[in-house]
């Protein structure tokens, strides 16, 4: 059997949840997306048996090559990483939920790729941590985004993603996502229904957990060190 700790592993992070919304005095559902970038499809077969419903790739391409040989699998897939532009015709409809929109650009695209009556879920990436090399709309245009994205009618809006610096630092943790949480909150006040907030990885979730996450992306804490 490929990763025989994940079920252990996986029960650790749900205590780990449980215990950090406790602190908080939070009692919604955080879902835990598997994030399997440089695994192979063992890792998500794995996934799937450990009970996870969700799936996250960094890679248009690598997911697509998953997703051809798992479609036994009950799962919803994430993209969770930057999405070029050219790359939107591949993402729309084979992604339950795309992370990382970030611009109006982006999202034309997607809505004009998506087919028929269908709606692709989307979530806007917001750059709380302040860091040039980050992707994410400023968190001043954040308003204005959100405008811009909703008037595309093949796209729906659902929440912000972010991630924080990279840093033990957990006082910087909670800036980037406590950041994130107050943006919602705002925009929320403004009329966009926004109920997901995408925040927290290995090594970070427990302060995104008591800020209010309601998905996080885990993949080293579940699955080990990645091969690629």
Same mark, same amino acid.
């Given at each position: 059997?490929?990763?025989?700790?994940?079920?252990?592993?996986?029960?650790?992070?749900?205590?780990?949840?449980?215990?950090?919304?406790?602190?908080?005095?939070?009692?919604?559902?955080?879902?835990?997306?598997?994030?399997?970038?440089?695994?192979?499809?063992?890792?998500?077969?794995?996934?799937?048996?450990?009970?996870?419903?969700?799936?996250?790739?960094?890679?248009?391409?690598?997911?697509?090559?998953?997703?051809?040989? $798992?479609?036994?699998?009950? %799962?919803?897939?994430?993209?969770?990483? #930057?999405?070029?532009?050219?790359?939107? /015709?591949? !993402?729309? @409809?084979?992604?339950?939920?795309?992370?990382?929109?970030?611009?109006?650009?982006?999202?034309?695209?997607?809505?004009?790729?998506?087919?028929?009556?269908?709606?692709?879920?989307?979530?806007?990436?917001?750059?709380?941590?302040?860091?040039?090399?980050?992707?994410?709309?400023?968190?001043?245009?954040?308003?204005?985004?959100?405008?811009?994205?909703?008037?595309?009618?093949? $796209?729906?809006?659902?929440? %912000?993603?972010?991630?924080?610096?990279? #840093?033990?630092?957990?006082?910087?943790? /909670?800036? !980037?996502? @406590?950041?994130?949480?107050?943006?919602?909150?705002?925009?929320?006040?403004?009329?966009?229904?926004?109920?997901?907030?995408?925040?927290?990885?290995?090594?970070?979730?427990?302060?995104?957990?008591?800020?209010?996450?309601?998905?996080?992306?885990?993949?080293?804490?579940?699955?080990?060190?990645?091969?690629?």
């Amino acid at each position: 059997m490929e990763y025989p700790d994940l079920p252990g592993r996986l029960a650790r992070v749900r205590e780990t949840v449980a215990r950090h919304q406790a602190v908080a005095g939070w009692t919604h559902p955080v879902r835990i997306i598997a994030v399997t970038k440089g695994h192979g499809t063992g890792a998500v077969r794995a996934a799937a048996a450990a009970g996870l419903k969700d799936v996250g790739e960094n890679r248009v391409q690598e997911a697509l090559e998953k997703q051809g040989p $798992l479609g036994d699998t009950s %799962l919803a897939w994430h993209l969770i990483g #930057t999405l070029q532009r050219n790359k939107a /015709r591949h !993402a729309s @409809g084979r992604f339950a939920l795309i992370h990382s929109v970030d611009r109006t650009e982006l999202g034309a695209e997607l809505d004009r790729r998506t087919a028929g009556d269908a709606r692709q879920r989307i979530l806007v990436q917001v750059n709380c941590s302040d860091e040039p090399q980050k992707g994410g709309v400023e968190p001043e245009a954040l308003s204005a985004q959100l405008s811009e994205l909703r008037s595309f009618p093949r $796209l729906e809006v659902i929440g %912000l993603m972010t991630m924080s610096a990279l #840093t033990d630092d957990t006082t910087e943790q /909670r800036r !980037a996502f @406590g950041r994130l949480r107050a943006l919602r909150d705002a925009a929320e006040r403004e009329g966009h229904r926004l109920p997901e907030l995408s925040m927290g990885m290995s090594g970070d979730y427990p302060v995104a957990v008591e800020e209010g996450a309601t998905m996080i992306r885990l993949g080293t804490v579940l699955f080990g060190e990645r091969t690629a």
